[in-house]
C-alpha cells in the first residue's frame, strides 16, 4: 500500500449523500488527479460522522481539519489552499455558536469533543464497504480469540460484568439474556439482530450498519458462540436501502475472508448470517412480532412468557437483540467487562448514542456516557435552540416515551432518571422542541402514530388508542369538555394496563407525561379555547398588519385558496377569514412580518 | 410482445422462489422481489407465489394487507414520500405534504393521472438530523421548504 501523505475522509452517511457528498467525492478524486496529487492524497468513503445538519462533511488527516457543506464548486480551491499551499481552508470550517470564532479541527469542535465513542468508535472512520479497513482496526480479533481461546460461560461472564442492558428499548441485561438462551434445552438454536428501528426519531441503528456493519456481524458470530447457536438473522427494515446493501455486502465479504461460514477459525463451530427485510410494520420492532414477520407470517405478537429465549424463531430457543447492544460487544470483549462498568452510572453502564433532531442547531448522532446530563447534550453538544427560541421539552423514546420539560434540564440521562419522571431512554431518539411546539398536538401526533400502526389483535390497543386519538382531537379543536380529560386519563390507564404487548402498553405515554408537565396547556385548549404555541389550527387565525403590509403580494400569490385579496384603491392585502385554511403559507413567505398569527 | 415479456418476469420469479428453496417462510422476500420486478402485486402475482411457495392465496393476501410497503394497485413512476417522523413533524412536514397534495392534485396513497407519481408518507426513514425530510423513489431530500418540494419534483417530470 503506497504512503499517502493525507487522507480525506468523506462522510457517506444517508445524510450526507442526500447532501450531495457523492458528486463531492468525484470532483475531489478529479481535481487531486490534475494536481498530480492523487498518489499522495486519498479519499476514503466513511459511514455517518454525525453532524448531519452540516453535510457533506470532509475530514482531513493527519491535522483532522473538520470542512463543512462542502460543494463540488469549492473542491478545486479546497485543494488549492489546503494540499498545495498548506492552510485551512477558513470558508468551509464551522463557527462557533458562543463566540462565532472559527472551529478548525474535529477536536475542538464541542459536538465532538464532548462525545465518548464506542458503539461509534469506527462510524466515519473507516470505509464500510471494505472488510480489510475493519480488519486493520482489530476487527473479527475477539472472535478469533474468543473462539480458540475462551468458553461460552466465560464470554457471558464478561458481558454480566460489563453491565450491559438492552438498547432497544426495554433495557434488559445483556448478559442474563445471553445466559438464558445458553442454558435453554434444545438441539437448534437461533441468534437475531433486530434492526427494525422503527422509532421515528432514532436512526442510530441505520447509521451503524451503514458506517460499520463488520461491528455487528462480529458480534451476533460471538453471541452464536456463547449460545451454541449456528444461524443468525438480520431483520432490517425496508425503509432502509443503503444499511440493506451494504450489510449484504459486508456478510458475502465476512464469508469470502473465512468469519462467517463452516468451523471458524478451523474450530468445529459454524456461524451463519442471513438477512430478512421488514415491510413497513413498526409493530414488528416487538421481538415476537418481529419472529412472526422472519417466518414470513404478518407481523402480530403473541403473549410471554414462553420467551423467545425459551420458544423463538420456528419454536426454537433465539436471542434477540438490537444493533446498538450487538455493536457494544466486541469493545466488551476485547477491553473486558470491567472496563465497560467503570463507563456510565451505578445502574446504567456505558455509553448511549442518542439521535437529536427537532429544533436544535447541531443535529446528528451523539454518544455520550450514561448519565451526562440534558442539558449537556442540549446546550454543549448540540449548541442550544436556534433563532432565539426558548427550550420547552425534549421529547425521549419515541410513541413510547414521554417529554422531560425545562425544569428537569439537568436530569442525568440514564433508565433510572428518566423513569422517574414518567420517560424512558428508549431507543434513543431525543427531540428538541421549543415555544413553538404545542404538547397537545404532540401528544395527538403519537396517538395517531399509535393507531395506524396497532396490529389490531387486542381490542385495548386497536380501540383505546382511537378513542384517545379522538379525545384529543376534540381538544385541539377546541370541542372539548372538561370532562374529557378525566375521561382521557382514565382510558390511558386502561390501555396501558390490559395491552398485550409493549406498543399498547407505552402507547398513552406521550399523553400522561404532557399532562403531567403541560396539563395547563391542556385546559387552556379546553377552557380557553386557545392554542397558547398558535399550532392548532381550529384555535387560530392568520390576518395581515395593514401598517407592516407593503402590497408585495407574495402572500396573495403563495396562498393555496386564493383566500387573500387586495384592498381596494391601497397597496394592502387583506386575509378573508371564513374561506382561510389556515395553512400558514402566507405567515412563511411574508419578507416583512406582516401577517400575524394569534 | 406483453406476454412475452411478462413470461420474463415470471421466470425471475420462480428463480427468487427456488433461491429459497421454495420455503413458505420465505414469503415476505419473495413479495419484495415481486413487487420490485411486476412495479405492484397484482392478483395473478399473489396466486402464482402462493402456487409457488405452497401457500393457501388467503394466507398471501393476509401478509400482502398486513404491511404497508406492499401494494396491490399500480403506483406511479415515481414514489413521493414524505416522512412524518417525529422531526419532520416538529419542522413543519405537515405543510410539505399539503403543498404536494395540492400540487399533485392526489391525496395520500394515490397516483397522479398522468402515472408519474404516486404520494405516500412515511413514518420516519431515519434523517432526522435534516428534517423535513421526503423520499423520491430511493433519494433522500432534505431541509424542505414547500417550495423547495415542488421544485425538487421537476426533476422527475
Known amino acids: 500500500m503506497p504512503a499517502y501523505r493525507s487522507t480525506v475522509l468523506l462522510c457517506a452517511g444517508g445524510g450526507c449523500i442526500s447532501c450531495g457528498c457523492l458528486p463531492v467525492r468525484e470532483a475531489m478524486e478529479a481535481e487531486l488527479k490534475r494536481r498530480n496529487l492523487a498518489d499522495e492524497v486519498r479519499v476514503v468513503q466513511t459511514g455517518c460522522v454525525g453532524s448531519c445538519d452540516l453535510g457533506p462533511v470532509l475530514i482531513v488527516y493527519p491535522d483532522e481539519v473538520f470542512y463543512q457543506k462542502v460543494s463540488p464548486g469549492d473542491v478545486p480551491k479546497l485543494v488549492d489552499e489546503h494540499f498545495l499551499k498548506g492552510r485551512v481552508f477558513e470558508r468551509l470550517l464551522v463557527k462557533s455558536a458562543e463566540t462565532d470564532n472559527l472551529i478548525a479541527t474535529q477536536r475542538e469542535f464541542a459536538f465532538f469533543n464532548k462525545q465518548v465513542k464506542i458503539v461509534l468508535e469506527n462510524c466515519g472512520v473507516i470505509d464500510p464497504e471494505n472488510i480489510e479497513e475493519y480488519v486493520a482496526r482489530g476487527g473479527y480479533l475477539a472472535l478469533g480469540q474468543v473462539i480458540s481461546e475462551r468458553t461460552p460461560e466465560w464470554v457471558i461472564e464478561e458481558l454480566k460484568k460489563s453491565g450491559l442492558r438492552g438498547r432497544g428499548g426495554a433495557g434488559f441485561p445483556a448478559g442474563t439474556k445471553w445466559d438464558f438462551v445458553r442454558k435453554a434445552p434444545g438441539e437448534r438454536k437461533y441468534v437475531v439482530c433486530n434492526a427494525d428501528e422503527g422509532d421515528p426519531g432514532a436512526f442510530m441503528d441505520r447509521s451503524v450498519l451503514e458506517g460499520d456493519p463488520h461491528r455487528v456481524l462480529e458480534a451476533m458470530a460471538i453471541a452464536g458462540f456463547a449460545a451454541s447457536a449456528d444461524q443468525g438473522y438480520i431483520y432490517v427494515r425496508a425503509e432502509y436501502p443503503l444499511a440493506i446493501r451494504r450489510t449484504r455486502r459486508a456478510i458475502q465479504q465476512a464469508r469470502e475472508a473465512g468469519f462467517l461460514g463452516r468451523n471458524l477459525f478451523e474450530s468445529s463451530f459454524s456461524f451463519d448470517i442471513d438477512i430478512r427485510v421488514g415491510a413497513g410494520a413498526f409493530v414488528c420492532g416487538e421481538e415476537t412480532a418481529l419472529l412472526a414477520s422472519i417466518e414470513g407470517k404478518r407481523g402480530i405478537p403473541r403473549p410471554r412468557p414462553p420467551f423467545p429465549a425459551v420458544s423463538g424463531l420456528w419454536g426454537k430457543p433465539t436471542l434477540i437483540n438490537n444493533v446498538e447492544t450487538y455493536a457494544c460487544i466486541v469493545p466488551i470483549i476485547t477491553r473486558g467487562g470491567d472496563w465497560y462498568a467503570s463507563i456510565g452510572t451505578e445502574k446504567s453502564k456505558g455509553t448511549k448514542v442518542f439521535a437529536l433532531a427537532g429544533k436544535i442547531r447541531n443535529t446528528g448522532l451523539v454518544e455520550v456516557p450514561m448519565g451526562t446530563t440534558l442539558r449537556e447534550i442540549v446546550y454543549d453538544i448540540g449548541g442550544g435552540v436556534p433563532n432565539g427560541r426558548k427550550f420547552k421539552a425534549a421529547q425521549t423514546g419515541g410513541p413510547s416515551g414521554g417529554c422531560i420539560p425545562a425544569e428537569h434540564l439537568d436530569i442525568p440521562m440514564d433508565y433510572e432518571s428518566l423513569a422517574k419522571v414518567g420517560s424512558i431512554v428508549g431507543s434513543g431518539g431525543l427531540i428538541i422542541m421549543d415555544e413553538d411546539s404545542c404538547m397537545v398536538d404532540v401528544a395527538k401526533f403519537f396517538m395517531e402514530f399509535c393507531t395506524d400502526e396497532s396490529c389490531g389483535k387486542c381490542p385495548p390497543c386497536r380501540v383505546g388508542t382511537r378513542q384517545i386519538y379522538g379525545l384529543l382531537d376534540k381538544i385541539t379543536k377546541g370541542e372539548a369538555r372538561i370532562e374529557d380529560l378525566h375521561l382521557l386519563e382514565e382510558l390511558c390507564g386502561m390501555v396501558k394496563e390490559s395491552s398485550l404487548c409493549g406498543l399498547g402498553q407505552t402507547a398513552p405515554n406521550p399523553v400522561l407525561s404532557t399532562l403531567r408537565y403541560f396539563r395547563d396547556e391542556y385546559l387552556e385548549h379546553i377552557v380557553d379555547r386557545r392554542c397558547p404555541a398558535k399550532v392548532c389550527p381550529s384555535l387560530i387565525r392568520y390576518s395581515i398588519d395593514e401598517a407592516a403590509c407593503t402590497g408585495c403580494s407574495l402572500c396573495a400569490r403563495n396562498c393555496p385558496e386564493n383566500t387573500i385579496f387586495k384592498v381596494e384603491d391601497q397597496k394592502k392585502y387583506r386575509i378573508d377569514p371564513a374561506r382561510c385554511v389556515k395553512c400558514g403559507v402566507c405567515f412563511d413567505v411574508c419578507r416583512f412580518g406582516a401577517v400575524v398569527k394569534s | ?157
Open chain 2, 1 to 157: 410482445m406483453e406476454t412475452c415479456t411478462e413470461n420474463v418476469l415470471y421466470q425471475q420469479l420462480d428463480s427468487v422462489m427456488a433461491h429459497y428453496n421454495r420455503s413458505p417462510d420465505a414469503l415476505i422476500q419473495v413479495l419484495h422481489q415481486g413487487q420490485e420486478l411486476f412495479g405492484y402485486l397484482p392478483d395473478e402475482v399473489l396466486r402464482h407465489i402462493a402456487r409457488g411457495l405452497r401457500l393457501p392465496i388467503s394466507k398471501v393476501y393476509g401478509v400482502v394487507t398486513f404491511y404497508s410497503f406492499f401494494t396491490t394497485v399500480p403506483r406511479g413512476k415515481h414514489t413521493v414520500m414524505v416522512c412524518l417522523g417525529t422531526a419532520c413533524y416538529v419542522k413543519g412536514a405537515e405543510r410539505i405534504l399539503a403543498r404536494l397534495k395540492k400540487e399533485l392534485n392526489v391525496d395520500l396513497g394515490q397516483t397522479t393521472r398522468d402515472h408519474l407519481f404516486t404520494l405516500s408518507a412515511a413514518r420516519c426513514v431515519g434523517a432526522c438530523g435534516l428534517a423535513p425530510v421526503a423520499m423520491i423513489d430511493d433519494d433522500v431530500y432534505g431541509k424542505l421548504t414547500p417550495d423547495k418540494a415542488v421544485k425538487t419534483l421537476k426533476k422527475y417530470r
